[in-house]
């Protein structure tokens, strides 16, 4: 479908309400939003920030599981140029603190919702030492913030300042020293990907399911952003549950599902896979990790067309692409071609551009990737490198046809179920532990999950893999403990006395 490239992902929100005003825009469990009403909603919400104090570059953070209330607080606050920035509910407390303590909201959203036992705790100890004002997800409480201002020429003079260049998003991704980096998000980026999404994937009106967080680029960007620039319709389901998800499809008759490929293996087996009516959708999509020849036959079945892409949070959204005529078994090794609207390279080791069947480090240039990390300049230069490449980290080989294959990573990040994790951070956590001498981890390719953390510790004094496991339960989100605990007394060593990790990951294999 032909969409026009507007400056800013907000600018879809008035162009929509104008071309298609009773057109739904977003359904969730509280209601159905028309875009003449989410554009209502997102002025009210954006006047209410400019009242609170919201000024352009002004961090904003929620804390929220998807649902069409927290997507409209994103859109108020990049409209008027203020920075949102989603908290993953999956991390532990002392994660989401350095999250915000390192971005430093000025507002702070609470949207877990009334059932949620943890959220009054939490929201406690991330304001009540940096005096953060707090918005609460209840009813009254989100209903009475935004119906507190009126839109009026404040919001259009705010609005008239925001660039297309301005981030709009903070997306916190883990970095190899161990705490997560804010990628700065920009406008442009969220507007030109959603454009190359449309013109790959929908039809008109498209339907998709969200039920990924808001805090990860697959969900803010691959869904809600995407089907707001195609003036389609985001149905957004506040938990993962294999079940209720394929009863949304039969129930809302959506025509896209964009998963992870462990959301997919758990949906198919459950028995609604072979009970619900899926005959509307055109596409099922999925990203983060391969899926499984056996998986991909299953879901061909279906009837819809199946694809998949390369992307990562610093790049906005997905630069290459499989085609509908893709037959399963590239489906199961490829990762698409790389879409004329942008630019990829894949570059060697030694620096020379790498030939077709050689592998290389895929690099991406252009105005949508990442501004950069908020508050990190020396990670910005180790990213993005002078040509204004952005290095991804992954080793890609380009085969026959141009279809990209992923061959490793130059990076010890793992990617499990979709997130990606890093090493350095477990083995920290790790290290806390008062027993634990030394501690290494690493990745290994897992059907389910599609990479998990094997961690190789060292002991000072006994201890047990179940304390080790509690220990590490207590201090990361649930994606990234290891799977796997092993009680070594040394670990095979490089010359230079660094851990060999290539020999761990062959001992984590047999």
């Given amino acids: 479908m032909s969409i026009p490239v507007l400056p800013r992902i907000t600018d879809y929100v ?110 406690r100890a991330l304001s009540s030492e940096r005096h953060i004002r707090v918005v609460r997800g209840g009813w009254p409480s989100y209903q009475e913030f935004i119906d507190a201002a009126t839109p009026d020429d404040r919001l259009s003079a705010a609005r008239r300042e925001v660039a297309g260049l301005d981030p709009a998003a903070m997306i916190y991704t883990s970095g190899s020293t161990g705490k997560p980096k804010g990628a700065l998000v920009p406008h442009q980026g969220l507007a030109s990907c959603g454009v190359v999404q449309a ?46 998800a394929l009863r949304t499809v039969e129930r809302e008759r959506l025509t896209h599902l964009y998963c992870i490929p462990t959301q997919l293996l758990a949906m198919v087996a459950t028995p609604e896979w072979g009970e619900s009516d899926l005959s509307s959708l055109e596409y099922i999509l999925w990203g983060g990790a391969a899926a499984p020849r056996s998986l991909l036959e299953t879901l061909s079945k279906t009837g819809a067309r199946l694809a998949t892409s390369y992307s990562l949070t610093e790049s906005t959204g997905s630069v290459t692409y499989t085609d509908p005529g893709d037959s399963l078994d590239v489906l199961s090794w490829s990762v698409g071609r790389v879409d ?30 990442t501004r950069g990390y908020f508050r990190d300049p020396e990670a910005t230069l180790a990213a993005i490198d002078s040509d204004g490449w952005l290095h991804t980290g992954d080793l890609a080989v380009e085969e026959r046809g141009g279809h990209i294959r992923l061959v490793g990573r130059l990076k010890e990040m793992f990617k499990s179920g979709g997130y990606n994790v890093y090493p350095r951070e477990i083995e920290v956590a790790l290290e806390e532990h008062p027993a634990v001498a030394f501690a290494a981890v690493v990745g290994v390719p897992d059907q389910r999950w599609g990479e998990v953390g094997h961690a190789f510790v060292v002991p000072r004094s006994p201890v047990s893999v179940a304390e080790l496991r509690e220990h590490a339960r207590g201090r990361l989100a649930n994606y990234k403990v290891p799977k796997v605990f092993r009680l070594e007394a040394e670990l095979p060593k490089l010359a230079v006395g660094k851990v060999d990790k290539v020999k761990l990951r062959l001992m984590a294999a047999s």
């Fill in 340 to 369: 004329p609207n942008y630019e990829v390279a894949l570059r060697r080791l030694d620096g020379a551009f790498a030939a077709p069947g050689e592998s290389g480090e895929l690099l991406i240039r252009g105005s949508f990737i």
């Fill in 199 to 244: 013109g790959q994937w929908y039809g008109q009106a498209p339907r998709k399911l969200c039920d990924l967080p808001l805090n990860h680029i697959g969900g803010l960007g691959d869904i809600s952003t995407s089907i707001l620039v195609a003036g389609g319709t985001v149905v957004y389901l506040s938990r993962f549950d294999p079940a209720e």
């Fill in 14 to 123: 008035d162009y929509w309400a104008t071309h298609r005003p009773a057109g739904e825009a977003l359904a969730g469990e509280r209601g159905r939003w028309t875009y003449e009403r989410l554009r209502d909603d997102v002025d009210r919400c954006a006047a209410a920030l400019l009242a609170a104090g919201v000024k352009r570059g002004d961090r904003v953070a929620l804390l929220g599981h998807p649902q069409p209330e927290c997507f409209v607080v994103f859109l108020a606050t990049a409209s008027i140029g203020g920075i949102w920035v989603g908290l993953n509910p999956k991390y532990t407390t002392a994660e989401l603190a350095h999250v915000v303590g390192h971005s430093e909201p000025v507002l702070l959203f609470g949207m877990l919702g009334p059932d949620d036992l943890t959220q009054e705790a939490t929201l």
